[in-house]
């Protein structure tokens, strides 16, 4: 069986002293859309508390920090998966009082637009998972905030967590941590077109890859 994998991660193999100098930067390509209104998206160094419009996004080998005030998605265009594929993410959280999720999303379409779709998988400090869809302006829950023994609570310091969406010809299986912790029915979602993250409101994340491997 041939497979493609294709690794969306920040390279992080230039010397530290090169990385030092340079600043912080929002990713070129990358997209990102709030649930309503404009999102405010600038590069800082520092990564306090946001306004409730503004997110922080920048490449910090390895990876990416993420500190949200709104709730949204985010994108390169050339991320796209469809078939069999599975789209992994490793993360961690940093402390925060918000009980906000974060994590994947699948089959997105028209994402600039008002028929915006797509199939989102989040995790939460305190060690729950959840799984949604969206057609334009509204979800859809398709497993309630669970708590699940794979999803790693954040406690003290970060947590980390590594989530997987693995769509097969059959099912679209929920893996956290190596631990498969839900699985749903493929024929009923619509999983082919643009893969990315999604942080919700007042979150502080680091990603430091997100991997799609093409079946």
């Known amino acids: ?6 690794t969306l991660a920040a390279m992080a193999i230039a010397a530290p002293a090169l ?12 997209k990102v859309r709030a649930d309503h209104g404009t999102p405010i998206v600038v590069a800082e160094s520092e990564l306090g508390p ?26 390169d265009p050339a991320w796209q998966a469809q078939g069999s594929y599975r789209v992994e993410m490793e993360s961690f959280l ?13 089959g997105g379409h028209d994402l600039e637009g008002a028929g915006r779709s797509y199939l989102y ?3 939460r400090k305190d060690g729950a998972f959840l799984v949604k869809r969206r057609e334009g302006g509204a979800t859809e829950t398709l497993i309630s905030w669970t708590k699940h023994a794979a999803v790693v609570p954040h406690t003290e310091g970060t947590a980390k967590n590594v989530l997987a969406v693995d769509v ?23 999983t082919d077109g643009q893969v990315g993250l999604r942080v919700n409101h007042a979150l ?9 491997t093409q079946r």
Not at 1 to 6: A, D, K, P, S
Not at 172 to 177: L, S
């Open 1 to 6: 069986m041939h497979r493609q994998i294709l």
């Open 19 to 30: 990385a030092q100098q340079q600043p912080p930067s929002v990713p070129a390509t990358w």
């Open 50 to 75: 946001n306004t409730t419009d503004t997110v922080r996004l920048v490449t910090m080998p390895p990876g990416w920090h993420v500190t949200t005030g709104p709730a949204v998605i985010i994108y």
């Open 94 to 106: 940093f402390p925060g009082d918000r009980l906000e999720g974060f994590g994947l999303f699948v």
């Open 121 to 123: 998988v989040l995790l």
């Open 168 to 190: 097969a010809t059959d099912s679209v299986r929920i893996v956290v941590n190596d631990q498969q912790v839900a699985a749903l029915d493929r024929a009923t979602l619509l």
């Open 204 to 212: 502080n994340v680091h990603v430091t890859r997100v991997d799609v």
